[in-house]
């Protein structure tokens, strides 16, 4: 709802922070949209072959 409050706000004032507010609050939704989507990924995991040579390589990699 805050949104859209700054949203109507800032189409009916002319104020550049009121645009720089609400390109935050809906930055900020997007984000925790997708935070919540990689969540909701992971839980669907399947299990890879071989996939505990993978991580072995993967973190010797890292060492060099």
Do not use: C, G
């Not at 935070?35 to 505990?52: G, H, Q």
């Amino acid at each position: 709802m805050q949104i859209l409050k700054t949203l109507e706000d800032s189409m009916l004032i002319s104020d550049d922070l009121l645009r720089m507010k609400f390109l935050a609050q809906v930055a900020r939704l997007l984000k925790h949209d997708w935070e919540r989507a990689k969540v909701e990924a992971r839980l669907i995991s399947f299990p890879y072959p071989n996939e505990d040579e993978i991580r072995r390589l993967r973190s010797n990699d890292y060492m060099k």
